[in-house]
């Protein structure tokens, strides 16, 4: 414990460590608080693939992609559709910034602090299908050398040097329950201590309560993360007017602790939460074979060629492919009245282009093994992982044939039973236009252009018919709505001080990563064009930290 602190920091995930880092640069003394044990020091960062949204980096020219700081803004704003002049005012400037951020000094940034990234530079979120609307127009994803650990390290080790010079204080199973305000400004937190835990890291923690505490600084910076695994929460903001329903089967993408307590609480003090409706969840959820957390979903992150069927059995149509337009897809799959799809795919598809999401489901990666990496990234076979699930899963039927593939997919279905003829008819009509360079099935056609880049030529499986025996077994996957991100929360100007009620700053009062809705209230706007969160949550606490750490701040 750390006494007369110049600073609280509520949350001790990315944005907080963050921030920490550089308040303790501009020589700072912080108390950082957090319900959960040390164990979960960094929060959902540490279980993230790592991936980091640049613009024009030299990763990219190396591959021979054109990208540019215009074509980036028009990517974003296209992709965030503001359209709310109150709500987004803050929103709107800090894209523009992060934007800026991203193609000139963050990569530096991390650079000097010893992160690196690998050379293949992935093409996630693709979009719709006009230059001016949703998606990224080139390949961005720069993936982590160590993934979402490594990303936290870089943070987390120069606070720990802090911690041992007596800079910094951590209190642990401390839980936030008010902001003490007086005068119109914070001065301070109070709350629950929890009884001790000594789970590991994710491991859903006692909520027992064995006293009560109250700390006091000049200022407070909430940093708690969002609502992903607070289903209750979640369904009471689900934009039903614009996705349709909300799920009624949820599996969760981040541990117990992301409950979004922070934000009602930093509500009653007198902050603005904006864009409530606005949520970032994915579609290609798998219930976790081996969970740590309850509910504990994994998310594939597929190549393009995969067939997506809804639950009736029904081919999805542009833009809902693998991997470009998560909302659309969304839409879609709910507008059939069931909260789940499938895909079918073959062997050849498995071993080239599924991935998973999260650091421990990449162990090449994440502990930054080479040789590892090379064996199981380019060796015949699926990655370990991936294999790992296509035994274990739930969500997994294989098969030899399809009449055998669509009996196991009908075993697990929660919904109607698929008609083998008319899956059989629409597989077949797909495989006609394989025999040909060029075709009119739109999804074939974006396969062929995502393998004329050099990064998913070696990812994306060569076309091929789905139902040549020798591209076997078949594979059908269950796919579930898997819970993941808040895009809207506390609304911050660009020094990362919360807004009020009013519209005017709220003295003593600071917001950073995923509360914030990475910035402004909502920086994403509708969508995401991933490799954006832990960015968000780099450049929001960086904001908040320097505002803090400067000599000129009202507050300190």
Not at 414 to 422: E, V
Not at 447 to 464: Q, T, Y
């Amino acid at each position: 414990m750390i006494e007369n602190p110049d600073v609280i920091v509520v949350g001790a995930g990315l944005a907080g460590l963050v921030a920490t880092h550089e308040l303790v640069k501009a020589g700072r003394r912080v108390l950082v608080l957090d319900q959960e044990n040390r164990a979960n020091l960094g929060g959902q960062a540490f279980w993230s693939l790592g991936g980091l949204f640049f613009v024009d980096s030299p990763e990219q020219r190396r591959l021979g992609v054109k990208d540019s700081l215009a074509l980036a803004v028009q990517d974003w704003f296209g992709s965030a559709g503001f359209d709310r002049e109150d709500e987004d005012h803050w929103a709107r400037q800090w894209a523009r910034a992060y934007v800026e951020f991203a193609a000139t000094e963050k990569r530096q940034y991390l650079y000097d602090l010893g992160l690196r990234v690998t050379p293949v530079v992935g093409w996630a979120e693709r979009g719709g299908v006009a230059a001016d609307g949703h998606g990224n127009s080139v390949p961005r994803f720069h993936l982590t050398w160590g993934t979402g650990p490594e990303v936290v390290r870089v943070f987390l080790e120069p606070v720990l040097e802090a911690e041992k010079r007596g800079q910094v204080g951590f209190a642990f199973r401390h839980r936030v329950d008010e902001l003490i305000v007086e005068d119109d400004a914070v001065t301070g937190v109070r709350g629950s201590v929890l009884e001790p835990a000594t789970e590991a890291r994710g491991v859903a923690s006692s909520r027992n309560i064995v006293s009560e505490f109250e700390f006091r600084a000049r200022a407070v910076i909430v940093s708690s993360g969002g609502i992903g695994h607070n289903h209750e929460l979640i369904r009471r903001n689900w934009p039903t007017d614009r996705l349709g329903p909300c799920p009624e089967h949820l599996i969760s993408g981040v541990p117990a602790h992301v409950d979004g307590r922070m934000l009602g609480i930093t509500e009653a003090a007198g902050g603005r939460i904006v864009n409530r409706d606005r949520m970032w969840h994915y579609t290609e959820g798998i219930h976790n074979w081996d969970p740590i957390w309850p509910d504990h979903a994994i998310r594939i992150i597929p190549g393009p060629s995969s067939l997506w069927f809804d639950a009736n059995g029904k081919r999805m149509t542009a833009p809902a492919f693998p991997g470009f337009d998560t909302n659309a897809t969304m839409k879609q799959i709910l507008a059939t009245g069931y909260d789940y799809s499938w895909f079918i795919l073959d062997q050849s598809i498995i071993e080239k282009e599924f991935a998973l999401s999260g650091s421990e489901q990449n162990p090449d990666l994440t502990g930054k093994d080479l040789k590892l990496a090379l064996k199981s990234r380019v060796a015949k076979g699926a990655p370990g992982p991936v294999e790992a699930f296509k035994q274990h899963g739930v969500d997994f039927v294989v098969a030899d044939t399809l009449a055998e593939l669509i009996t196991g997919m009908n075993k697990i279905s929660r919904g109607p039973h698929l008609d083998l003829a008319d899956i059989e008819r629409q597989i077949v009509a797909r495989d006609r236009d394989v025999e040909n360079k060029y075709s009119k099935d739109a999804q074939l056609m974006a396969v062929n252009n995502a393998r004329r880049f050099l990064g998913d030529k070696v990812r994306v499986a060569s076309p091929h018919k789905i139902l040549d025996p020798a591209h076997g077994p078949l594979i059908g996957v269950r796919l579930n709505i898997l819970t993941r991100k808040t895009l809207g929360g506390l609304q911050t100007n660009l020094d990362s001080q919360v807004i009020r009620a009013d519209g005017t700053p709220f003295p003593g009062l600071y917001a950073a990563g995923e509360v914030a809705g990475f910035g402004g209230g909502g920086v994403h706007g509708y969508n995401a064009l991933e490799g954006t969160f832990l960015g968000g949550c780099i450049f929001s606490g960086r904001a908040a930290g320097r505002a803090l750490g400067n000599t000129a701040s009202p507050e300190l």
